[in-house]
């Protein structure tokens, strides 16, 4: 899809990056925990004015999933809904592609993709995030 206007992140997480668009995240300099978005307090060791700005991991593992048959309308279905543990240390929540539903296993490597979507209800088209089986994985 080619656009004159720079397509807008649909979620505020995604941060636009000189053509290489990646998900925002927060690290504890104290412990090292890492979580999705930005946060002031750590929730693993709660230390205060310790979190750094950092880009997630784009790599990591299945770790729960379910089959999607009914949604929202004009959402396709069915679709794989995954939490994926990033190699970072991170967990984040998003919609497994380019794979069978009854492909999906425990530990399934993955890596996160940036593609253009018009959501449903919606005019125009949106960056968003998906997950993709890493090379080697099942497909």
Not at 10 to 17: A, F, G, H
Not at 32 to 45: I, L, P, Q
Not at 46 to 65: C, F, I, P, S, Y
Not at 108 to 136: C, H, N, S, W
Request: glycine share 8%.
């Amino acid at each position: 899809m080619t656009t004159t206007e720079a397509v807008r992140p649909l979620l505020p997480v995604i941060e636009p990056n000189d053509g290489h668009p990646y998900v925002a995240g927060s690290r504890c300099k104290a412990c090292g925990h890492t979580y999705v978005g930005t946060r002031d307090v750590c929730a693993k060791c709660t230390a205060r004015d310790a979190m750094e700005h950092v880009q997630l991991a784009e790599t990591g593992k299945v770790w729960a999933w379910t089959v999607v048959h009914r949604s929202f309308p004009g959402v396709a279905t069915p679709f794989v809904d995954v939490i994926v543990d990033l190699d970072d240390g991170a967990h984040i929540k998003g919609t497994l592609v380019d794979v069978e539903p009854d492909a999906v296993t425990p530990d399934m490597p993955v890596r996160m993709v940036f593609r253009e979507v018009i959501p449903a209800g919606a005019d125009k088209p949106y960056l968003t995030y998906l997950f993709v089986p890493a090379q080697g994985a099942a497909a």
